[in-house]
Nanobody
Framework: QVQLVESGGGLVQAGDSLRLSCAAS????????MGWFRQAPGKEREFVAA????????YYGDSVKGRFTISRDNAKNTVHLQMNGLKAEDTAVYYC??????????????????WGQGTQVTVSS
């Protein structure tokens, strides 16, 4: 079992930066990959980024490439999402998720076994 708790969301202006964190507990953190998703009102949950168990490989959604960076600290059981150049369309609830297979299915929502409760990010234009 894995428990996930996100933090760091808030209200920012377009162009600002924000750093989300997700603290994991339960199973040994370095044994599973991690991901971030987001869901805006009335829209489906969208893949944002993922990072492999060691942190050596990453995936990004097309809408965030070049602006967002995912990282992890296996000593602190934490994954981060650094978000730069925020846009109004980045407004959503952001979720961290754990334990997907690593490969094409890493981008698929249904591949993740564990989810946090979400943290709201609102970007005003």
């Amino acid at each position: 079992q894995v428990q996930l708790v996100e933090s760091g969301g808030g209200l920012v202006q377009a162009g600002d930066s924000l750093r989300l964190s997700c603290a994991a507990s339960g199973r040994t953190f370095s044994t599973y990959a991690m991901g971030w998703f987001r869901q805006a009102p009335g829209k489906e949950r969208e893949f944002v980024a993922a990072i492999s168990r060691s942190g050596g490989s990453t995936y990004y959604g097309d809408s965030v490439k070049g602006r967002f960076t995912i990282s992890r600290d296996n000593a602190k059981n934490t994954v981060h999402l650094q978000m730069n150049g925020l846009k109004a369309e980045d407004t959503a609830v952001y979720y961290c998720a754990a334990d997907p297979p690593w490969g094409l299915n890493t981008l698929v929502t249904a591949s993740y076994n564990y989810w946090g409760q979400g943290t709201q990010v609102t970007v005003s234009s």
